[in-house]
């Protein structure tokens, strides 16, 4: 029951979203991975420069997605504050309390994997101050060992300082990059500082995807340089 209401929900937002945003954020997706036949369990972790990041990953998808609905983490004062809790529980996202072991506080995500579902997380922990990047949280390295779901690694670029103004504006240039979906390397996690080595190296696929791009970029200017400097 509620699987469907997650899911339709999902289905319309990404009605409105999408040409929303793909005119006032000048919105782009690249992707490395076939989006169409992606499929739960699935991690999908992301860096996290904007309240809005979730919508921006959402609608990365093609419409009717089978991975939708994702389930975001969210930070519990988020979650059961008046002001958000009604549009959070709508769209399926899930507490996440300081404080608890991971057994606890990933509870609801480990039985969402489980059942072959997709959860959305941002192993910084919260949103980025100025762009630069934080420590990996270590709870999406935790959910792969238990699970063994694949990783699937976004990298969104021009979210920061989203506002109403800059909004309707439409000052930002939003793309975002999606990866390969991945496994971490096989060990036996015997202490929760065991997993600090897999955390790092799920925020090292995120930040290879714009590494990548800005290569690219590089590329594709230097050749325009070349060839209007030859004709």
Known sequence: MFSFIYR?????IWLFAQPVFGFFFH???ESEEDLKNLKGPLIIVSDHGSWIDPFLISIAFPFLSKIFPIHYGCWHRYFYSPRFFPWILLVGAFPIKKGLDFDQS???P???LKNKGVIGLFPEGR???GGR???????AAFLYYKTKAKILPIKIGGNFHVGLKSFLLRKHHIKVKIGKVFSLPAQKIQSIEELNKPSGLIMERIRELWIKAEVRYNEISCWDCFSALTN
Do not use: C, D, E, T
Request: proline residues 4%; positive net charge.
């Open 27 to 29: 919105y782009q997706v």
């Open 133 to 139: 990047p934080r420590r990996a949280r270590r709870g």
């Open 110 to 112: 480990l039985k969402i």
């Open 8 to 12: 339709f929900s999902y289905n319309i």
């Open 106 to 108: 990933l509870k609801m």
């Open 127 to 129: 949103r980025k101050l």
